[in-house]
């Protein structure tokens, strides 16, 4: 595993020396940094193309990495322009290769001569890549007046009447902002009175009937009491339907266990109520416990 932790001599003093590298005279890039009064720095730079060294005339391939002087040559625009100077491997001879901005490429300035790879779109049947200016064709001032007559026209009657109603719409929302925002403020406290009402009438109802606090009540709302009338109705109907639907069959029973007793005539039925009433009274008068003789001696 790395070490992460620094040896601090006894005679290292933060405010005299700020860091390490003062203590010890180095810079934080090491070597890399040896010419950095001049304002190069070393740094590791790979060939964007294939090359012929000037001082051997052999061939570098494209991607051929080395460790390259780098220094600010000048700027287009903002852009900074820098230039690589490295060493060929196989000779004692240097080159240069700059940056270029304003195509987005690598330039051979000295010491080497790059291999044209380079192709043309043009010659292909495209178009050009880098061409920012273009090809000035023959200038036809019939055809610039015509422009310019359709554009003057294209301004006047569509550009500045939208630029004039986009003006007005801002000053219609923009001329008084404390009343806009007062009147936005007043309606949003109405709902929000609203709202806070709603939440207690329905905070109400789910303790007037048990119910759970995370159920959500319908809107007492036109629609939702129409809804509500209608499925009332609807289980009315079916309620009368399934109770119509048992008259038939209790009627029925009534009948089939009317007709399964036998018929008796009056006489009959008086001879038997008699005669239950007679054996019910015997039955009493059984049960009942003879008086005790010494009680009706005296």
């Given at each position: 595993m790395q070490g992460f932790n620094k040896y601090y001599p006894p005679d290292y003093?933060?405010?005299?020396?700020?860091?390490?590298?003062?203590?010890?005279g180095k810079h934080a890039l090491g070597d890399r940094a040896r010419k950095l009064d001049k304002g190069i720095l070393i740094t590791r730079f790979e060939l964007p193309f294939n090359i012929w060294c000037g001082t051997?005339?052999?061939?570098?391939?494209?991607?051929?990495?080395?460790?390259?002087?780098?220094?600010?040559?000048?700027a287009y625009y903002s852009t900074p322009i820098y230039s690589f100077r490295c060493k060929c491997h196989l000779c004692d001879g240097w080159f240069e290769i700059q940056t270029d901005p304003k195509n987005t490429r690598y330039v051979v300035v000295s010491g080497a001569r790059q291999k044209d790879e380079d192709w043309d779109p043009e010659e292909n049947g495209g178009f050009a890549i880098h061409d920012t200016e273009g090809k000035a064709g023959i200038a036809d001032p019939l055809v610039a007046l015509e422009k310019t007559?359709?554009?003057?026209?294209?301004?006047?009657?569509?550009?500045?009447?939208?630029?004039?109603?986009?003006?007005?719409?801002?000053?219609?929302?923009?001329?008084?902002?404390?009343?806009?925002?007062?009147?936005?403020?007043?309606?949003?406290?109405?709902?929000?009175?609203?709202?806070?009402?709603?939440r207690a009438d329905d905070d109400t109802i789910k303790g007037k009937y048990g119910l759970p606090e995370e159920l959500k009540l319908v809107e007492d709302d036109a629609e939702a009491k129409h809804q509500a009338r209608d499925e009332w109705a609807r289980a009315r109907m079916d309620y009368e339907a399934e109770r119509n639907g048992k008259r038939p069959r209790l009627s029925i029973l009534s009948s089939s266990g009317s007709q399964s007793r036998p018929t008796l005539d009056p006489v009959s039925s008086l001879k038997a109520r008699i005669l239950d009433n007679t054996r019910r009274s015997s039955i009493l008068a059984s049960k009942r416990k003879p008086p005790d003789r010494r009680v009706l001696l005296k």
């Open positions: 003093d933060p405010d005299k020396h700020e860091s390490l590298n003062a203590y010890r051997c005339n052999n061939h570098i391939g494209m991607g051929v990495r080395y460790n390259a002087e780098k220094k600010k040559v000048g007559t359709e554009a003057q026209n294209h301004v006047a009657k569509v550009q500045i009447p939208r630029i004039e109603a986009l003006q007005g719409v801002s000053d219609h929302y923009n001329n008084d902002p404390y009343a806009l925002s007062s009147m936005v403020r007043k309606r949003f406290r109405a709902e929000k009175k609203i709202e806070a009402q709603k």
